[in-house]
Nanobody, 122 residues
């Protein structure tokens, strides 16, 4: 299993970014995917998840601003982030898990990418 995130960068307050996570080495369409974020000395935090069937869930603070989606044709999951806030500066990770249902805990995911840095300027 390999997951490679991309799309991070520096963004102005209120700006937008789209993160991508390219997957390989497993049957992507059968896996649930999630986005998490982490800052130094804190736990990895749930951001959004999507099941293999397309059901989605978000942490409350990003609802209405972030959208998770997937392309099974491209083996890629996306996180469209809007109206970003400086305190959302973090390394963003995508995770993959077998099985159905929405998962929001890091321990529910078996595989992780290396992360991509998102920095909100203030």
């Amino acid at each position: 299993v390999q997951l490679v995130e991309s799309g991070g960068g520096l963004v102005q307050p209120g700006g937008s970014l789209r993160l991508s996570c390219a997957a390989s080495g497993f049957t992507f369409r059968s896996y649930g995917m999630g986005w998490f974020r982490q800052v130094p000395e804190k736990e990895r935090e749930f951001v959004a998840a999507i099941t293999w069937g397309g059901a989605t869930d978000y942490t409350d603070s990003v609802k209405g601003r972030f959208t998770i989606s997937r392309s099974n044709a491209k083996n890629t999951v996306y996180l469209q982030m809007g109206n970003l806030e400086p305190e959302e500066t973090a390394v963003y990770y995508c995770g993959a898990r077998r099985g159905g249902g929405i998962a929001t805990m890091p321990s529910d995911f078996e595989s992780w990418g290396q992360g991509t840095q998102v920095t909100g300027s203030s």
